[in-house]
């Protein structure tokens, strides 16, 4: 990797962002003060902006049918169609819990209030579909993180466990391990790696085995999902949508990575798949190589303040700090 020591970009503002989203050339932030703000990326001017929620906008995610999906801390989800909000629920959501969109963005799913609570929405009229939590609930504390990935929704708690359900059979969780000795702040998964930090000063790299065959559950909770290309992961719990069998799952730590600082905010793994990047609550962005988990380089994207969030895509990165600025790299 070429060695890259300043941003291409700096766009200097007088709120803090605390989430970003891509919609083609346009950079959307959510702020602290829950403002939704538009930046034409190709002459880094803002376009738009708005008042979008009564407290810190918590996410940002671009629908493929047509804008944005915004969470609030103060509880709310809403859809936003230049500038305009055409549809909004209240949900017990007060937490630091991202939302995550399933991949077809037919549901999203977010740490509910209630302890170790899960909510799925439906991503279009906006009702909770279900709402689920793992199986020892009262010793796992409140969902910190989460992704979605094909048919699957990784959780990660502040017990330091990562729970994995399959989102065809909410009502039984396939994996449950220990990870982290605190809270699970953030995670990624990529093929059937799941890659994770903490505050324990550690990011900790996850491998999905599949094991012996156990007996069916063949019940849906949610209705049949549209094909999808199969990926590594999906071909090791293929056999979860088998009336036949189903492979029992296990996880151990492959690899543990220091980080040199107490945590990190977001891990991203960038599209290609050759490296990944942890923002780390001392600003400084730090690169690794997917394949050895070597560490490639640190860069003082918002030292000392803490980045925010974090977007990753072809080969760029875009990251936003408490320093109320938005830092735009490029990494080959």
């Given at each position: 990797m070429a060695e890259v020591t300043r941003p291409d970009y700096i766009i200097r503002g007088e709120s803090i962002v605390t989430s970003l989203c891509r919609q083609n050339t346009t950079l959307v932030t959510g702020s602290e003060e829950g403002n939704i703000k538009l930046y034409d990326t190709q002459i880094m001017r803002p376009t738009a902006s708005w008042i979008a929620h009564k407290a810190q906008v918590m996410g940002l995610k671009k629908l493929d049918r047509g804008g944005i999906m915004s969470q609030g801390?103060?509880?709310?989800?809403?859809?936003?169609k230049e500038g305009q909000c055409v549809r909004s629920c209240s949900v017990p959501s007060t937490g630091f819990c991202r939302f995550a969109l399933s991949d077809d963005q037919r549901h999203c799913f977010l740490g509910l209030d209630e302890k170790s609570k899960i909510a799925c929405?439906?991503?279009?009229?906006?009702?909770i579909v279900k709402t689920f939590q793992p199986a020892d609930f009262n010793k796992r504390g409140m969902c910190w993180s989460l992704t979605v990935r094909g048919n699957h929704v990784y959780l990660g708690y502040e017990s330091g466990h990562i729970v994995l359900f399959d989102r065809r059979y909410l009502s039984t969780q396939v994996l449950e391990v220990k990870v982290h000795d605190e809270i699970v702040t953030t995670l990624d998964v990529r093929d059937n790696k799941i890659i994770s930090s903490s505050p324990d000063s550690t990011i900790k790299i996850t491998s999905l085995i599949a094991d012996e065959t156990v007996p069916d559950n063949s019940s849906r909770d949610l209705p049949p999902e549209t094909d999808q290309t199969t990926s590594p992961l999906e071909t090791i719990v293929s056999s979860l949508n088998s009336r036949s069998s189903e492979q029992k799952i296990s996880a151990e730590t492959s690899h543990t990575v220091p980080l040199k600082c107490q945590g990190s905010s977001q891990i991203r793994i960038r599209p290609d798949g050759k490296?990944?990047?942890?923002?780390?609550?001392?600003?400084?962005?730090?690169?690794?190589?997917?394949?050895k988990y070597k560490l490639l380089g640190i860069v003082e994207a918002h030292s000392p303040e803490t980045i925010t969030d974090m977007i990753t895509f072809d080969n760029r990165i875009i990251c936003s700090g408490r320093d109320c600025k938005i830092s735009f790299w490029t990494f080959y």
């Open positions: 801390r103060e509880g709310a989800l809403a859809i936003w929405v439906d991503a279009d009229k906006l009702n490296l990944f990047a942890a923002s780390g609550w001392d600003g400084g962005l730090r690169l690794y190589s997917l394949k």
